[in-house]
């Protein structure tokens, strides 16, 4: 079946930097969009950032633009988030997502994606 496993949250100061990788298996990687999206307490789970199947088109929410960056190895079925100069209000468990690629359903809209993992947590502290 399919699986997407989060790793590389935790605690760091604000200003500080975590990269995220989601390993991902039962799926053929490389025929998929990859999306990153969070969620914060007693909020909604909100659009992080997104990457095409072949890693050639991104998409990052205004709020990280600038900070976070998305990638993908699709040799090792992976895809990562670095995340700089955190602040504390990205505090949230972070979720890897997949969908099929090549179609139209909106890359940044939840709705659109199949699978997700467990999440991670990441806690920036000021």
């Known amino acids: 079946q399919v699986q997407l496993v989060e790793s590389g949250g935790g605690l760091v100061q604000a200003g500080g930097s975590l990269r995220l990788s989601c390993a991902a298996s039962?799926?053929?990687?490389?025929?998929?969009?990859m999306g990153w999206f969070r969620q914060g307490p007693g909020k909604e789970r909100e659009f992080v950032a997104a990457?095409?199947?072949?890693?050639?088109?991104?998409w990052h929410a205004d709020s990280v633009k600038g900070r976070f960056t998305i990638s993908r190895d699709n040799a090792k079925n992976t895809v990562y988030l670095q995340m700089n100069s955190l602040k504390p209000e990205d505090t949230a468990v972070y979720y890897c997502?997949?969908?099929?690629?090549?179609?139209?359903?909106?890359?940044?809209?939840?709705?659109?994606?199949?699978?997700w993992g467990q999440g991670t947590q990441v806690t920036a502290s000021s």
């Open positions: 039962g799926l053929s990687f490389s025929s998929y969009d």
């Open positions: 997502a997949a969908k099929l690629g090549r179609t139209s359903a909106l890359i940044t809209n939840r709705a659109s994606y199949a699978y």
């Open positions: 990457i095409s199947w072949s890693g050639g088109s991104k």
